[in-house]
């Protein structure tokens, strides 16, 4: 980490007491931990938009099993991205549905394309693709 550098804002005052309440609520300890928060995620999501970054993330299904050959449909997608599904768990919601979360790393643009498979799948009900950083070049 570097040396601490102290800087000032210029911001609208309503702005400023609407920042305040999401620091209460987020439970910041104070306005710099926010702005680094905000400052590192707009980085984060920066590096995703030029695809090329190791990114990881977790891709949520839910669907229900008993849609024919939904589940070896899903399966086989994981199955075709071995190297980069790392880890599945597999969730049964109710008598119908169930909740699989996967954990996917690799550059953004494949990550994504991954997600965007397994959720157009036929059958699946919803889908979602959450991404982060690994954490290297956040300081």
């Given amino acids: 980490m570097g040396e601490t ?3 000032g804002v210029s911001i609208d005052e309503k702005l400023l007491e609407s920042f305040d309440g999401l620091i209460e609520e987020k439970g910041y ?3 710099s931990e926010a702005i ?3 400052i590192r995620a707009a980085l984060v999501e ?7 970054e190791e990114t990881v ?3 949520t299904l839910v669907y229900d099993h008993h849609v024919r050959d939904l589940s ?3 399966t086989e997608q994981q199955h075709a991205h071995h190297d980069k599904v790392i880890s599945a768990l597999h969730v049964h919601l109710d008598a119908h549905n169930c909740l699989e979360v996967l954990v996917v790393r690799g550059k953004a643009r494949e990550v994504k394309k991954i997600a965007d498979e397994l959720i157009g799948v036929k059958g699946v009900k919803h889908g979602k693709l959450v991404m982060t950083t690994t954490g290297e070049e956040l300081h």
């Fill in 5 to 7: 550098i102290r800087f």
């Fill in 29 to 31: 300890m104070n306005r």
């Fill in 36 to 38: 680094r928060d905000l």
């Fill in 46 to 52: 920066l590096k995703w938009e030029v695809g090329d």
């Fill in 57 to 59: 993330g977790t891709v």
């Fill in 72 to 74: 070896d449909k899903l």
